[in-house]
Each structure stands twice: as structure tokens, then as C-alpha cells.
């Protein structure tokens, strides 16, 4: 029994300095090369090829498919990238994830084994962690990971004998071995060992420690050929716990993109392991030719059969499910429906990372995100009235929170588009076509603007709630009346944004706009008179007073709005 607890604590152990090291030259390499790969998974989104190869790339550089996938979602959370832009990504990151069994077996394993060297590149690389220079630092950092990560793995084959004595863990896998042309036999064997290969990976919350260890059982003869390969399938489904989860605090289009990794994995196992006979017998024969040794007959050559298994699995299943995104996507969705029509606003719809063809045709998709915002922030606007009139706290605290997202929302919804804007207005564009980029940079900066009041607007009404400044029915009645005319002017700033040049509302415009400074003179005359006789109470005058003024400011910039998009019509 206590040779048991010490074999279970050292394999721990082992594994743990495997896990750290691979941690700490992730950590490293993310810290000065993240921005870049940042960038690049923003940028390289343009087309599903371009995706898959980015997504290849970064996770073959950070050595973390689930560093990348979080990274990923984290996007889509936040409207930069679009659910089917990211599963081009995570296609690529699944491929890239190959690398770390190849790293394991060829310099862990193989006949060019580095463990022996690991002490070495840890003493090149411990004092460069005291270096003045952070860049360099981060350098040592990476070796330093990267010296234990190996030594980890040399521990964890050094456990391995102490293994190969334990007849509970032998009978168990000796009751499970394939047989040959037995194919239910064979297919129930996978499925219990991919479930298997799902429990570590979600135990150890890193598909490369699963896999690791997975290579190290093989090489030592403990695990066959076969069953190591069904783990390998169950912990490609296993490394896609770690996006779902966090997923989880994300919006409704996060948890898509999520969904559609675990999807993307799940159905490839399914067809892998219906197939895995003929699967297998395809890997044996390239490893005989490759690496001059037979899988089922030589376990010195496994850990480099299942490299060449785990890769040609998901290029097979890249090259099935390439051409199936928008199926994965629309399981994905039903899987995740929206709540309601505000899940659905968070992201543009019509431009991308690239432009189009011509610049008058990347015009015409800024201006449709253009109505699509101007949309957003009128639908924002209906909260307002509701926390002037709503007494009841937890009411008022969900529209407190859905004003901040609609804010955040605006905040990304105009960097993208002025962004977009400025790379049309590089290309070689007519004097006319300056001037309407012109002015729809200025309609976005406006459009944000607005929610940046929504906001504003928001804190104050809780701040008065909060002191219990209340406002008296006839200032309530005041707000209201000003508050019908700012819907009115909301109203017409989208027909504008939406209009053909024939169709302009903007005189309309202006007219609402002069009758909301007239009102607003009138209300604020009337408060400064009634503060002076007293009939107001300091405090609550001075949130009611703020109130209008903020009311007064987004018409202003509603019907600038209007007047940007009336001038881009001279050009």
C-alpha cells in the first residue's frame, strides 16, 4: 500500500514539473510575443484559410491550444471577430496542438532525447532571469520552462517501472485489448477509453499533460498502440472543456464559438472511432515506412505512431469539416439560442478585417453598419424613462447593467468601424468619396458619444436614487415631456442613417432639435425661478437639472448625426 501512494505521489510529482514548465514557457512566450499573435489572430480572419492557418501558428508557438482558444472567444466576447471567423481559427489551433506530441516524442523520447541535456539548458537559462533587461528575462524565462518541462517528463519515465508491477492497473487494461475484425469489440473499447482520455484532460486542465503522460505510459509498454490512441480522441474532446468553461461569464455569441470547438472535435472522434481499425491499420503502415517499426508490434516506436495518428486526425478531420462551418455554426446556435434581439447586437455584420473590392463598395457595408448602430443606440434609449419612473431596486439594477453593455457595445461598435474607415479612405478615393468617409467617421464619434450620455445618465439617476433626492411629479412630468421629444429625435437620427438622398429627414430633424432647446430653456428658467422661491429641494434640483442638460446633449448629437449624414450628400 505504501509503495502505491508513493508511485501515485511521484507520478504526481513528475507531472507537475511537466505541467509547470509547460506553463511558465507558455506564459513566457505570451508575454513577448502576445500583442503580435494578438494582432495576428485579430487580423488574419479575412478568410477561413488564412484562420486555420493563424490558428495553426499561434498554438504552435505558445504551445497551448487552450491559450489560444480562450484567446479566441475572448474576441468574439467582445464583437472583434464573428463566430464563423473563429472556427477557421480553431481548426488551425487543433492542428497546432499536434505539435506538443511531436516535441514530446521526438525530443522527449526519441533517439535525440534532451532530458539528458536538461540540466544544461536550465543553467544556460536560470540566471537570465535576473537580468536588467525584461525582454531578456522573458527569454530566460521560456528556457527555463522549457528545461523543466523535460525534466518533468524524464521523472515521469522513471516512474514508470514501479507501474509496470501493479497488477490492478495490468488486469484492467489487459481486459480491454482490441481484437482483431471484432468491430463492435473494437468500437465500445474506444468510446470507454476516449471517455477516459476526456476525464484526464479535464482533471489536469491541459491537453498537453494528458497527452504527455498518455506518450509516456505507451513507451514503457503499459498502454497498446490502440487504446493510447482512443485516449489521444478523448482528450481532443477533453481540451474543449476549458473554452466552454470560460464561455461561461461570456455573452451568448462566446458561448457559440465555444460550442462549436467541442462539436468540431466531438463529431471527429465519432467518425475516428467508428473507423479506428482501418484508422490504425493506415498509421501502422506509415510508421513502418516512416520510422521503420510497427506500432502493434514495437512499443519503442508508439509514442511517434500516435504523433503521426493525433495530426493526421485533425488534418482529416480540418479537411472534412472545412467546407461544414455554417452547419457547425447553426448546431451551435441552437444549442445556445438567444435570450432576446440584444444578444444578437453586439457584433458587425458587414465589414471584416479586409476591405472590399473597391472603396465606394466598402462605403456602402460601413454605412449598413452605420444603421446598425445608429439602431443600437436608439434601442438603448428606452431604458432611460425606466429608471426615471422605476422604483423597485433589482429592476433598476438589470437596466443600470444592460446600458453599461449597450455602452461597451457602442465603445467596440466605433473603434471597428472608424478603424474600417481609415483603411478605406488609404485607398485611392475621389474628392466625394473623402468626404462621405469623412463624414461617417464623425457619424460614429457621435453615435458613440451618445451612449457615452446613456451612461452618464445612468450613474446619476442611481446617485439620486441612492441619496434619495426624489424628483416631485411635476418635474417628473417635465423629464417625460423632454423625453418623448429625444425618442422623437432618435427616431429620425436612424431614418436619416437609413435614407437614400431623396429621402432625407433632416429638416425634420433640425425642427424637433429647435423645439427640444426651446422646451429645455423653458424647463430650466422655471427651476432656476422655482430653487430661488424654494420649492425645489437643492439636491434634487441639482440631479433634475443635470437630467435635462444631458437630455438636450443627445439630441444635439442626434441631429449632428442627421447634419453628417445631409453634408455627405453635397459631396
Known amino acids: 500500500m505504501a509503495d502505491l501512494l508513493y508511485n501515485i505521489l511521484s507520478l504526481i510529482g513528475a507531472l507537475g514539473l511537466f505541467i509547470?514548465?509547460?506553463?511558465?514557457?507558455?506564459?513566457?512566450?505570451?508575454?513577448?510575443?502576445?500583442?503580435?499573435?494578438?494582432?495576428?489572430?485579430?487580423?488574419?480572419?479575412?478568410?477561413?484559410?488564412?484562420?486555420?492557418?493563424?490558428?495553426?501558428?499561434?498554438?504552435?508557438?505558445?504551445?497551448?491550444?487552450?491559450?489560444?482558444?480562450?484567446?479566441?472567444i475572448s474576441f468574439v466576447n467582445a464583437g472583434l471577430i464573428t463566430v464563423e471567423h473563429s472556427v477557421g481559427l480553431i481548426m488551425g489551433a487543433n492542428v497546432g496542438t499536434t505539435v506538443t506530441a511531436w516535441l514530446v516524442s521526438v525530443l522527449g523520447m526519441g533517439k535525440l532525447s534532451i532530458s539528458q541535456l536538461s540540466l544544461p539548458i536550465l543553467a544556460f537559462g536560470f540566471p537570465m532571469l535576473f537580468l536588467a533587461k525584461a525582454k531578456l528575462r522573458l527569454y530566460g524565462e521560456a528556457i527555463f520552462g522549457f528545461a523543466i518541462l523535460f525534466i518533468g517528463l524524464s521523472f515521469m519515465r522513471e516512474s514508470m517501472p514501479a507501474w509496470q508491477e501493479n497488477s490492478f492497473l495490468l488486469n484492467f487494461l489487459q481486459q480491454y485489448e482490441f481484437i482483431q475484425g471484432d468491430w463492435l469489440q473494437n468500437v465500445g473499447v474506444s468510446f470507454l477509453f476516449v471517455g477516459l482520455g476526456m476525464l484526464a484532460t479535464f482533471l489536469l486542465q491541459s491537453s498537453s499533460a494528458a497527452m504527455a503522460l498518455t506518450l509516456v505510459f505507451t513507451a514503457n509498454g503499459l498502454i497498446s498502440f490502440p487504446l493510447a490512441a482512443a485516449i489521444i480522441l478523448g482528450e481532443n474532446i477533453g481540451t474543449t472543456f476549458t473554452a466552454n468553461i470560460a464561455a461561461v461569464v461570456g455573452n451568448v455569441h462566446a458561448k457559440r464559438s465555444a460550442r462549436t470547438h467541442f462539436l468540431f472535435n466531438f463529431f471527429g472522434v465519432i467518425w475516428a472511432v467508428l473507423l479506428i481499425g482501418p484508422f490504425l491499420n493506415i498509421i501502422a503502415y506509415l510508421s513502418d515506412i516512416l520510422f521503420g517499426a510497427n506500432p502493434m508490434d514495437n512499443d519503442q516506436v508508439i509514442p511517434l505512431a500516435l504523433s503521426l495518428f493525433h495530426t493526421t486526425f485533425n488534418l482529416l478531420n480540418l479537411l472534412i469539416?472545412?467546407?461544414?462551418?455554417?452547419?457547425?455554426?447553426?448546431?451551435?446556435?441552437?444549442?445556445?439560442?438567444?435570450?432576446?434581439?440584444?444578444?444578437?447586437?453586439?457584433?458587425?455584420?458587414?465589414?471584416?478585417?479586409?476591405?472590399?473590392?473597391?472603396?465606394?463598395?466598402?462605403?456602402?457595408?460601413?454605412?449598413?453598419?452605420?444603421?446598425?448602430?445608429?439602431?443600437?443606440?436608439?434601442?438603448?434609449?428606452?431604458?432611460?424613462?425606466?429608471?426615471?419612473?422605476?422604483?423597485?431596486?433589482?429592476?433598476?439594477?438589470s437596466y443600470v447593467a444592460k446600458l453599461q453593455k449597450y455602452e461597451d457595445i457602442s465603445d467596440r461598435m466605433e473603434m471597428e468601424i472608424s478603424n474600417y474607415l481609415s483603411k478605406v479612405s488609404q485607398s485611392d478615393l475621389s474628392a466625394e468619396g473623402s468626404g462621405r468617409v469623412r463624414s461617417m467617421l464623425h457619424v460614429a464619434n457621435?453615435?458613440?458619444?451618445?451612449?457615452?450620455?446613456?451612461?452618464?445618465?445612468?450613474?446619476?439617476?442611481?446617485?439620486?436614487?441612492?441619496?434619495?433626492?426624489?424628483?416631485?411629479?411635476?418635474?417628473?412630468?417635465?423629464?417625460?415631456?423632454?423625453?418623448?421629444?429625444?425618442?422623437?429625435?432618435?427616431?429620425?437620427?436612424?431614418?436619416?442613417?437609413?435614407?437614400?438622398?431623396?429621402?432625407?429627414?433632416?429638416?425634420?430633424?433640425?425642427?424637433?432639435?429647435?423645439?427640444?432647446?426651446?422646451?429645455?430653456?423653458?424647463?430650466?428658467?422655471?427651476?432656476?425661478?422655482?430653487?430661488?422661491?424654494?420649492?425645489?429641494?437643492?439636491?434634487?434640483?441639482?440631479?433634475?437639472?443635470?437630467l435635462l442638460a444631458e437630455m438636450e446633449r443627445i439630441v444635439d448629437h442626434a441631429t449632428n448625426v442627421s447634419s453628417a449624414i445631409h453634408q455627405s450628400y453635397k459631396y
Open 321 to 397: 469539416f472545412y467546407n461544414l462551418v455554417q452547419f457547425l455554426v447553426k448546431v451551435a446556435t441552437w444549442m445556445v439560442p438567444s435570450r432576446s434581439s440584444e444578444d444578437e447586437l453586439f457584433s458587425l455584420d458587414y465589414i471584416g478585417s479586409s476591405l472590399l473590392a473597391t472603396p465606394e463598395l466598402s462605403m456602402i457595408e460601413a454605412r449598413k453598419e452605420l444603421v446598425k448602430f445608429a439602431d443600437l443606440i436608439r434601442k438603448a434609449y428606452k431604458f432611460i424613462p425606466l429608471l426615471i419612473t422605476e422604483m423597485d431596486e433589482k429592476k433598476l439594477e
Open 20 to 72: 509547470f514548465g509547460m506553463k511558465v514557457m507558455s506564459e513566457a512566450i505570451q508575454k513577448f510575443a502576445g500583442a503580435r499573435l494578438r494582432r495576428t489572430l485579430r487580423a488574419m480572419t479575412s478568410h477561413k484559410s488564412w484562420g486555420v492557418l493563424t490558428g495553426f501558428g499561434v498554438t504552435g508557438i505558445l504551445q497551448s491550444s487552450s491559450a489560444t482558444t480562450v484567446m479566441i
Open 446 to 546: 457621435y453615435l458613440e458619444r451618445i451612449g457615452d450620455i446613456y451612461l452618464e445618465v445612468s450613474r446619476n439617476l442611481t446617485n439620486r436614487k441612492q441619496q434619495k433626492a426624489y424628483f416631485t411629479p411635476e418635474m417628473r412630468n417635465s423629464v417625460m415631456q423632454l423625453s418623448e421629444l429625444v425618442s422623437r429625435s432618435l427616431d429620425l437620427m436612424v431614418k436619416n442613417v437609413d435614407a437614400e438622398e431623396n429621402q432625407s429627414f433632416y429638416e425634420e430633424a433640425r425642427k424637433v432639435e429647435r423645439n427640444v432647446n426651446e422646451l429645455f430653456s423653458r424647463l430650466k428658467s422655471d427651476y432656476i425661478d422655482k430653487v430661488e422661491k424654494g420649492r425645489y429641494r437643492i439636491q434634487s434640483g441639482m440631479y433634475y437639472s443635470d
